[in-house]
């Protein structure tokens, strides 16, 4: 899907129901707006869907959220970046002027958010709260508002590049499903956990050696030892669920077991308070 297509149809549609000068047209504009804006934010995330969690990609579909995550995975994702290139000499150093590409322009995800909520309520009939407050539908506030929305993402979509994403990254192929996976080292840098944004196996990636940045990923498992050999055996997390063959090569057999039950806790039955 051509998101940055759509936006632009979108914002185009916006425009020329604004350009109508008709109160009756305002709220099609705003929602032509809404729909401008998570056309804009979906393509912001398909330039990261080897670094974005799957919940993110599967299930997130309001544009402020998506922006609040990105920003996450990629501080600069909010940030406007202004593309310079130069000419490779015969002695591989850098030669000749610097030759402007454009610039990638980004909204600010605190705007996205604002703009998102303020085109949403625009939508809506005045809740009974929203009523008793004396709010009402405001043709002129809702114009300006619509206005300087359609003027922001004229600047974004005006961009003649975008979706420009350079980072100092981690690639590795997940262990599970064997999907590639890619991390700034700043995100790694935060010690949250890895997502594989294809199968949901989490891995910890832990500073590793003293020269720059190397990391050891390691994969988030189960392990025990077979009590019939006393093997060291694992199983990663993604793999986890109830009944799965988790069988010895010694032959011993065994499956995985979710324990969980209710269990009635008394009160006399329970610690002494202690004073420490
Ligand atoms: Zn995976
Ligand atoms: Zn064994």
Same mark, same amino acid.
């Given at each position: 899907?051509?998101? /940055? ?28 707006? /809404? ?14 869907? %080897? ?88 043709? +002129? ?17 005006? %961009? ?6 350079? %980072? ?71 793999? +986890? ?11 011993? /057999? ?21 004073? %420490?």
């Amino acid at each position: 899907m051509q998101y /940055r297509f759509l936006a632009k149809e979108h914002l185009k549609r916006a425009s020329g129901l604004l350009a109508t000068g008709d109160t009756d047209q305002l709220i099609y504009a705003c929602l032509e707006l /809404r729909k401008c804006i998570e056309a804009v934010s979906y393509e912001l995330l398909n330039g990261y869907l %080897a670094e974005a969690p799957m919940k993110l990609i599967m299930e997130t579909w309001q544009p402020d959220k998506v922006f609040k995550e990105l920003v996450r995975i990629d501080p600069s994702a909010e940030q406007n970046t202004l593309i310079r290139v130069r000419r490779q000499g015969t002695d591989g150093e850098p030669n000749g002027p610097w030759r402007s590409m454009g610039e990638d322009r980004r909204p600010k995800s605190a705007w996205v958010s604002k703009a998102f909520h303020q085109l949403g309520s625009f939508l809506h009939i005045p809740t009974i709260r929203q009523q008793r407050e004396g709010g009402t539908f405001d043709a +002129v506030e809702c114009r300006q508002r619509a206005v300087l929305i359609q003027d922001e993402l004229t600047r974004v979509l005006g %961009a003649t590049v975008w979706n420009f994403n350079i %980072a100092m990254a981690v690639n590795f192929d997940c262990t599970s499903c064997k999907a590639p996976i890619r991390r700034r080292s700043l995100a790694l840098d935060k010690g949250s956990p890895i997502e594989c944004g294809n199968c949901g196996q989490l891995y910890e990636a832990e500073p590793h050696g003293s020269e720059g940045k190397q990391y050891l990923i390691v994969p988030h498992s189960l392990s025990w030892d077979c009590p019939a050999c006393g093997e060291k055996r694992d199983i990663v997390q993604s793999k +986890v669920k109830d009944g799965v063959d988790v069988s010895c090569k010694c032959g011993d /057999r065994a499956v995985l077991r979710l324990n969980s039950e209710w269990v009635l806790q008394r009160e006399a039955d329970a610690e002494p308070p202690t004073d %420490a």
